[in-house]
């Protein structure tokens, strides 16, 4: 067995900021990306989305790159760029023909030491969002299922329960002071870690990082807000209509263990033994066998991206000739079975394998083609965010190769359970899709 | 069109000299029974991927019935002479393997992915389901009625519909006109029609068998030689279909969608296949209008204006005919002023040159981004992929970026007056009607259709 191993090199500046190199000359780009440790959960209660849409705002100009110039000095370099905001991280992310690393280096350090934006930028991008929040959620079928609407049913504490993509009211309600103010508590050296990626030698790229971010200055820590919940101790049910698709979707997330533990790492292979594509239990049975649902889907959302509460969630769509009841009880035939039988030695080997195969992918992910080691650059970050260990990269995969059967059958009998799960009827307000003209 | 000034960046550093991008060296070779094998060399990862087409896809089935090869293409990993639906899936986990079979408009494909420890078991599976797929009568039959749900659930969204009325108006009554079959076509396939194309359309002399990834070359030959050497089959005979009328003048197609809080925008006109030579400098008139995060388009009605989230042209090169579209799913309220802006931006690249900076940008741009595919071996694969289908000369990944940089703001002009046909794009707008109607006649007269594709009044 061929294992791969990623030669990383790791420091700390003066001022806080994490510096992660990851060499590699195969080809002559280099991923640039700066994760600040601000997500979801920690946006301001009360200002739901605010923590994706000021994402946006950091494209919008700093001190010395005026609006439009991040993007068009990534452009014209060769290459591209992105952000994204999710629970615990928002990143910035860059690929670029390795040429444009110092400028690259430059735009990053640039907006992390000073936003510089107006009010025109606020309402231009508040547009663009609510368009984002459309064009995803509103005018989709199924859109924002059950992503957006799995939290509020499912968990107590604001900080999970709320509407991330935003309520309009409280995107309009947003106000430059706010930006500023949201810009100074996360947006330090000292929450952050910057990553190098792909043709780079490390001691080049740690001498850049400090001649472009060493200098920055370090803020107090941010306030840190408990996303903890509460003990549940009851299902929780909710519904949710569905304005265009014409099938009916049940969702149901399970609370999943602390990452990084032994129970964590079992689930994570039982994750792939029930929604693991048409090999995984749940297609298999809800799908191909029972022919109930037209898809059973879903699993852990990006298993080492969370640092706070989570679920394992089923997406399924049905048949409408099959109640949500019928279908719940066939979702609820397959969970039974593996409570009470685990699962066999020969699937355990496969799911393994599968694992492993997935896990290298993961680390060269090219997150659409145009992105290179988007996938290695997600995991460093985050081990180096929630765990302080870069090099975990290389050996978090022997916790889940050493997973047992009969740890696998204790998870599923520990986590399983109808009191810790949630579920989601997304019903559908027209019986079909056939409309008068 | 910006209504600020822009401004530009103080202190920005130069970029430093550029490194070299070398293409890994192709392992061409043509099996004794035709099939043609091309292999590539990356070991980033101990993986590889794989793809082996058909020359025939859901154009060439079209007499048929729409979609049967796409239909086809899914039934066929359900189950060989040798191994069950199950079997086959478990088999594929158990060599840590992605399979996934399809057709686009042109080809059928088997795409998939392994650990190179296990090429050959993986290799062995493709083999078989290329040879001996069974078409088990239960499989085809649930994934009839899979298909059935899902050719619903297309029509409640919206860019499905925008897309499908767009290439009814562009090509008519040719294959490429029908992007998905109807419920009643779907109802209608029968297990014959599929093993009929199966038979007819899967054959080593229609093949292209390409290969990248973790392994040696000559190696990795000399299996794909022991395990599809012994199949055979003819290429098929190719249909010769009239070409589709090119759509003169401007005309607006409005899909009812009541209740939409958003309206999608897609214009299109004809334009050129991946042949022809002018590609290269309509993929950079494109790249500047609105085919990056950095164009015209997207800076004047995202950045500016705040209509739109994702703004974005490109042009689509299907084999025999390519067309240029521009896309936005815009705020109700702004259709006619996103149109108004989607036509300037295309008028002005049509009569006025691009100052030589600009040029400059996005010939960086384009050349940049396509070297990104030389970083993963499925990227890799997708650029080996486009020059073997599209029968491009060997040398197309080394000299594409100098074609690109050769251009000039004269060709561009040149290009964007032949392609970017403003006077003659078909617009579609997918939203709720009485909301933008008026709005989009203001543009061409309006025809209304409903999601069934059915037109009203």
């Known amino acids: 067995m061929k294992r791969l191993q990623i030669g990383i090199e790791s420091t700390k500046l003066a001022n806080g900021l994490n510096v992660v190199v990851a060499p590699d000359a195969t080809a002559p780009v280099v991923t640039v990306g700066v994760y600040y440790k601000i997500g979801f959960r920690l946006e301001p209660q009360g200002r739901s989305g605010f923590a994706h849409l000021f994402e946006h705002m950091m494209f919008q100009g700093s001190a010395n790159a005026p609006k439009t110039q991040h993007i068009k000095l990534v452009n014209s370099s060769g290459g591209v760029l992105n952000g994204s905001t999710s629970y615990d991280v928002t990143n910035y992310y860059e690929a ?28 231009n991008q508040r547009d663009v969002v609510k368009e984002e929040v459309r064009v995803n959620v509103m005018n989709q079928p199924y859109g924002g299922f059950p992503w957006l609407d799995m939290p509020p049913v499912a968990f107590r504490n604001w900080a999970n329960a709320h509407n991330f993509y935003g309520d309009f009211a409280d995107l309009d309600a947003a106000d430059l002071a706010g930006v500023q103010a949201f810009f100074k508590t996360y947006y330090l050296p000292n929450n952050a870690v910057l990553l190098m990626l792909g043709d780079v030698k490390a001691e080049e790229g740690i001498a850049l990082a400090k001649k472009h971010f060493g200098e920055i200055p370090s803020g107090a820590p941010p306030p840190f807000a408990d996303p903890s919940e509460p003990e549940q101790a009851e299902e929780r049910r909710g519904n949710v209509e569905e304005k265009f698709g014409t099938l009916p979707a049940i969702a149901i997330g399970y609370v999943m263990p602390q990452r990084r533990t032994a129970d964590w790492c079992a689930m994570a292979l039982l994750d792939q033994a029930l929604h693991g594509g048409r090999a995984g239990r749940m297609h298999r049975e809800l799908v191909l066998e029972k022919q109930i649902a037209v898809e059973a ?24 000739e099959y109640s949500s009841e ?100 997304r019903t559908p307000v027209k019986a079909s899709a056939k409309e008068a003209a | 069109m910006a209504t600020r000034a822009v401004e530009i960046a103080v202190g920005v550093p130069a970029l430093a000299a550029e490194r070299a991008v070398t293409w890994p060296k192709r392992t061409k070779a043509r099996l004794s029974n035709g099939l043609e094998v091309i292999l590539a060399e990356a070991h980033s990862i101990p993986k590889f991927h794989g793809e082996l087409f058909f020359g025939s896809g ?19 990993r359900t189950g060989t002479t040798n191994r069950a639906s199950r079997q ?34 993986l290799l062995g599976l493709v083999n078989e389901l290329a040879r001996e797929a069974a078409f088990p009568e239960g499989e085809f039959e649930r994934e ?88 055979a089959g003819k290429k098929p005979e190719t249909n010769v279909v009239a070409a589709p009328a090119n759509p003169r003048g401007r005309r607006v197609y409005l899909v009812h969608v009541s209740g939409a809080v958003q309206t999608q925008i897609l ?19 494109n790249s500047l209008y609105g085919g990056a995060f950095n164009s015209r388009l997207v800076m004047n009605i995202r950045e500016d204006k705040g209509y739109t989230y994702s703004p974005r042209s490109g042009v689509n090169a299907l084999r025999q005919h390519g067309y240029f579209s521009v896309s936005a799913a815009v705020r109700n309220d702004v259709v006619a002023a996103s149109l108004t802006e989607i036509f300037y931006e295309m008028d002005k690249l049509r009569s006025v040159p691009v100052p030589d900076p600009e040029l400059a940008d996005a010939q960086n741009y384009l050349s940049g981004v396509f070297s990104m595919g030389l970083a993963t071996q499925d990227g890799l694969l997708s650029q ?66 409903d999601a069934q594709g059915k037109q009203v009044d």
């Open chain 1, 96 to 123: 670029v023909p390795s040429n444009a690393l110092e400028r690259v280096l430059w735009l990053e350090a640039d907006r992390m030491r000073a936003l510089k934006v107006d009010d025109e930028n606020l309402k």
């Open chain 1, 297 to 320: 889907s879903g699993g852990i959302d990006d298993l080492f991206g969370y640092n706070g509460p989570t679920q394992m969630t089923t997406r399924i769509l049905h048949k409408p």
């Open chain 1, 326 to 425: 019928v279908t719940l009880d066939a979702f609820d035939a397959v969970i039974r079975e593996v409570r009470e039988n685990g699962i066999s030695a020969d699937e355990l080997e496969q799911l393994k394998v599968k694992w492993r195969s997935d896990y290298y992918a993961t680390l060269e992910g090219g997150h659409g083609g145009h992105m290179p080691k988007y996938g290695l650059m997600h995991l460093l970050a985050c081990f180096t965010l929630f765990d302080n260990q870069p090099q975990l990269v290389n050996t978090i995969l022997d916790g889940f190769l050493a997973v047992t059967r009969e740890e696998i059958q204790a998870v599923a009998k520990k986590y399983l359970r109808n009191e810790k799960r949630a579920i989601v009827f």
């Open chain 2, 58 to 76: 859901n154009a060439a089935a079209m007499h048929r019935a729409p979609g049967l090869a796409e239909m086809t293409a899914t039934v066929v």
């Open chain 2, 88 to 121: 086959i899936e478990e088999d594929l986990r158990r060599i840590g393997a992605d399979l996934s079979s399809g057709a686009g408009a042109d080809t059928s494909a088997i795409s998939f992915a392994g650990l190179s420890e296990f090429a050959e078991p």
């Open chain 2, 144 to 231: 009839r009625r899979q298909k059935l749900e899902e050719v619903k659930l297309e029509r409640t969204q919206p860019g499905f519909l925008a897309s499908e009325r767009l290439r009814k108006v562009l090509f008519g009554a040719h294959p490429y006109g029908q992007v998905s079959p109807s419920e009643a076509q779907v109802a209608a396939y029968k297990r014959e029609d599929l093993q009929a194309v199966y038979r007819e359309f899967y054959t080593p002399e229609n093949g292209l068998l390409l290969l990248v990834g973790d392994f040696d070359a000559q190696e990795m030959l000399k299996t794909a030689e022991k395990v599809f050497g012994g199949w």
């Open chain 2, 267 to 285: 214009a299109g006109c004809h334009a050129i296949t991946r042949k022809h030579p002018d590609w290269v400098k309509l993929g950079l008139t």
């Open chain 2, 384 to 449: 080996l992929s486009t020059v073997a289908l599209n029968e491009l000369p060997d040398d197309y990944l080394e000299t594409y970026r100098q074609k690109v940089r050769a251009l000039t703001p004269e060709d561009l002009l040149v290009t964007a007056r032949k392609y970017l046909d403003s006077a003659n794009m078909q617009i579609v707008v997918v939203g709720d009607r009485p909301q933008i109607e008026s709005q989009a006649a203001l543009f061409g007269e309006v025809e209304v259709y």
